[in-house]
């Protein structure tokens, strides 16, 4: 892959939402994607990226909340943007208090 390509991690553990995302972006972006905290972080550990967009309801154990700071603490100027299907303004405002850069509404 070019090395002057953006690189950015998506963490989800939506499959279709994974695939579907990763496909419109490749043509543009290098793209890794990742299912959990675990495969996040070690690829953010091996890789390094550009920016996040980060999935706040994982469905198991850690959420995306919590990678997020994770995140922040390690590499603060990190952009990461948060998507959801949980489109309340308490989530968005709880994303971006966090450090997100922004918050999407999966739907």
């Known amino acids: 892959m070019d090395s002057e390509r953006v690189r950015i991690l998506i963490v989800d553990d939506d499959e279709t939402f994974l695939g579907d995302l990763a496909r419109l972006m490749t043509d543009r972006y290098e793209i890794v994607v990742a299912h959990d905290a675990k495969e996040a972080f070690s690829a953010h550990e091996q890789l390094g990226f550009d920016a996040v967009l980060l999935d706040i309801d994982l469905g198991r ?11 922040q603490g390690s590499e603060p100027n990190l952009p990461i943007i948060m998507v959801t299907r949980d489109s309340s303004a308490a989530s968005a405002t709880a994303a971006l208090k966090k450090g997100a850069v922004d918050y999407i509404d999966k739907r």
């Open 61 to 71: 154990g850690v959420d995306g909340f919590e990678i997020l700071e994770t995140f």
